[in-house]
């Protein structure tokens, strides 16, 4: 090889190396996490009602006190918000007589571990029924596990998101509850979306609420603000989620 030759080659490796370090150090600016609202972190606690436990691995545990729960929810996260942006909403469902665990993701995008349930059935024999879901990306990753787990869940919540799996043989109870001015409100509920949640679906649309409302963080980008409070649309949320968690619960 000649001189010239290898001084072209070098000049293009480092060329290339050059896009690649400009490339990494992109996405990562990109998917720094939204920040929290003091309401998220003020949640990670526990109450007469709820027992508050966080794993070694960023897992948020939130457990009814009054009770044995024998019901439980993963909730997967969207994308780029952190698992504490939840938790006003998991501690408010576990007081009412649930298990509730938000699985961190990698990067904050849970499209990158859509199995993460997996570990926290298994360490939970205790419950007999189970429902997972999420918010945005944090839903379809919950509907992606169900595809990938058939007959393992018998609920599925979905937070401003849809399936892009065909679930509709699964035999799920599918809760969907979004915001009106969701600028993706149109597609959580086109006809081919629901068709694949199957024909056991609650649908309910938040009047005045966003996308950004579904948790306690901000900065959000291309949503429009809301005409209904945080705390209105998140108590819809929980409402919503805790009638699905009711319709799946084994007990008498």
Known sequence: MTLGRRRILRRL???????VIVAVAGFLWWAQPQPLLPEATAALKSTPAAAFQEGPSGRLTFSATNEPPDTGLVLYTGGKVPPAAYAPAARAIAEAGYLVVIVPAPLNFAIFDTGAASAVIAEHPEIAAWAVGGHSLGGASAALFIDANPGLVDGL???ASYSSADLADEGLAVS???GSLDAGAGGFTAPDALARL?????VTVIEGGNHEQMGWYTGQPNDPPATVSRQDQQ??????TIDLLEAIDPSP
């Open 198 to 202: 199957g024909d056991d679906v609650t």
């Open 235 to 240: 108590a819809q949320v929980v409402d919503v």
């Open 157 to 159: 919540a979905l937070w």
């Open 13 to 19: 490796a480092i060329a290339l190396l050059v896009i």
């Open 176 to 178: 969907l509850a979004y």
